[in-house]
């Protein structure tokens, strides 16, 4: 074990710990980083099996414009990284509607009120509303000062806002679903499918059951600098883990940490490639393993480390395909999404609701030329899938995946006339390859309820102990783990 003393060992190098890991880097801190893999990302990566790159799970990612925490690192840091702004970024297919997202969410308006019979009225109340809230809470992530820990002039200045959050308080602790009752809106089909699609992406959960001003807000997510990066998400991992390093801090690949030990002045890492100390420690993990790293009889843990992990344990796991197609002819260069709803009255679960990401020809060297790969994704509830034996959990990731293929076929069927090449993966496939327990994805569901404004900041599990990632404020998302990493080093720099 060495005896040179680290400012902080950040565990895991998802966008959580990337964030941390550079921010502190950034601010002079003495860095160690330290990942499982020979690669960083977690579960946003860009992995290569037989030949082709795949994303590690469909989504979109936000924060790129350049005025955005991600846009400003690539401009300030001359990081390699293009991003293409696609248009449509979305389109929404079930059997019986087509809905495209643009870039102009007007244009999302007015399919929405051309709609037989819609209610456009109360469509546009609705997004009135939702604008609103949008623009309230948006601003904290694009700019990180106002995000807890709050110096003098960042209070200052959300009193000035104040009046902007006044259309949140009166929806804080009940469900979308009351906003749509209000409005008249339930009934509306159309709507409430584009809502539960992207609430179970977003926050997590159906729209009826989702924290009203948490899904207003996510509902901005694709016209908040959304876009593609070029070649793969992992391009961005990778190189804000260059720009670790290259700001001094040290970045330790294929190497998992097993244990943390408190000691006199800090921590003791325990890792595959030996053992590191450190003020403070970083953890970009689930609950669960924070809890496995410490090694701590259950009453020894923190309240709040055990509330987290039974969260966590009520939310998903992914049940994924990857696949190599040959492009249809009528197909656009770029990349693309499909969101698919087999029954829009069926609970956006186990196959029914499936999120497609394909890539584009400027995306070399992830498939042959003609040829795309498609990362496919649906939720399972973490819950079925416990006490089950592993062929019981096998034989029903099968029908899902079976599922899955049904509704490619029934909806997407341009892309599956010439399929070349399949994976599949399971939550059991996540827990393996990065290394979170039961392979949960998506954080925290965010249904309805006041508890989720009690712990708005970076705060230390225990002394010099720190959790970041999708479970803990901010939440979900890429950009949201980023955010959270980028204050919690500001918390600890600041004590």
């Given amino acids: 074990m060495t005896n040179t003393w680290y400012d902080a060992v950040v565990v895991g190098s998802g966008f959580g710990g990337l964030a941390t890991a550079l921010e502190l880097t950034r601010r002079g801190a003495r860095v160690a980083l330290c990942e499982t893999l020979n690669y960083p990302g977690g579960c946003a990566s860009t992995f290569r099996r037989h030949g082709y790159a795949f994303e590690a799970g469909a989504t979109l990612f936000s924060g790129l414009d350049e005025e955005q925490l991600f846009g400003r690192w690539v401009r300030e840091l001359g990081l390699d990284v293009t991003v293409d702004w696609l248009d ?11 809905l495209e997202v643009y870039r102009d969410r007007q244009r ?19 997004f009135t509303l939702q604008r609103q809230v949008a623009q309230a809470l948006w601003p904290l992530f694009d700019d990180p000062t106002l995000l807890p820990p709050l110096d003098v002039r960042a209070l200052l200045r959300h009193a000035s806002r104040a009046l902007r959050y006044t259309p949140l308080v009166r929806w804080m602790g009940r469900p979308l679903g009351s906003v749509l009752e209000r409005l008249g809106l339930l009934r509306f089909t159309p709507l409430r499918t584009y809502l539960d699609a992207l609430c179970q992406i977003t926050v997590q959960c159906a729209a009826a059951e989702a924290e009203a001003p948490f899904a207003l807000a996510a509902m901005d997510y694709y016209w908040r600098g959304t876009g593609h990066v070029r070649g793969g998400i992992g391009r961005l991992a990778s190189a804000l883990a260059g720009a670790v390093s290259a700001g001094g801090g040290e970045v330790l690949y294929a190497n998992r940490v097993k244990s943390l030990e408190a000691v006199p002045g800090g921590w003791k890492v325990s890792a595959r490639r030996g053992e590191l100390l ?19 009889p259950p009453e020894q843990l ?14 998903w796991g ?18 693309h999404h499909l969101e698919l709803v ?20 400027a995306d070399t060297g992830r498939a042959p030329p003609g040829h ?60 393996r390859f990065t290394q979170r327990e039961a392979g949960a994805v998506g954080g925290v569901p965010r249904r309805a309820g006041l508890y989720h404004y009690r712990t708005l900041g970076p705060r230390p599990v225990m002394d010099g102990l720190w959790l970041v990632g999708d479970s803990v404020f901010p939440g979900q998302s890429t950009l949201a783990t980023a955010l959270g990493g980028v204050r919690t080093a500001a918390s600890i720099t600041r004590g």
């Fill in 108 to 126: 999302l308006i007015d399919q929405l009120c051309a709609f037989p019979e819609a209610p456009a009225d109360a469509v546009r109340d609705f």
């Fill in 278 to 296: 450190a003020r403070h420690v970083v953890a970009n993990v689930l609950p669960q393993g924070l809890m496995r790293l410490l090694g701590l």
């Fill in 372 to 431: 795309r790969t498609l990362t496919v994704s649906t939720h399972v509830p973490l819950r079925s899938l416990t006490g089950r034996s592993e062929e019981e959990q096998a034989r029903l990731v099968s029908t899902i995946q079976e599922r899955m293929r049904q509704g490619l076929r029934r909806l997407a069927p341009e892309w599956m006339e010439n399929l070349q090449h399949e994976m599949t993966a399971s939550p059991r496939t996540f827990e």
């Fill in 302 to 315: 923190p309240a709040r480390l055990r509330e987290l992990a039974g969260r966590v344990a009520d939310g």
């Fill in 88 to 98: 449509p970024m979305v389109e929404l297919r079930t059997p019986g509607m087509r």
């Fill in 318 to 335: 992914a049940v994924m395909l990857y696949l190599v197609t040959r492009a249809p002819g009528e197909a656009s260069p770029g990349a």
């Fill in 342 to 361: 087999q029954n829009e009255q069926a609970p956006f679960v186990e196959g029914n609701h499936l999120f497609a990401s394909l890539s584009g020809e």
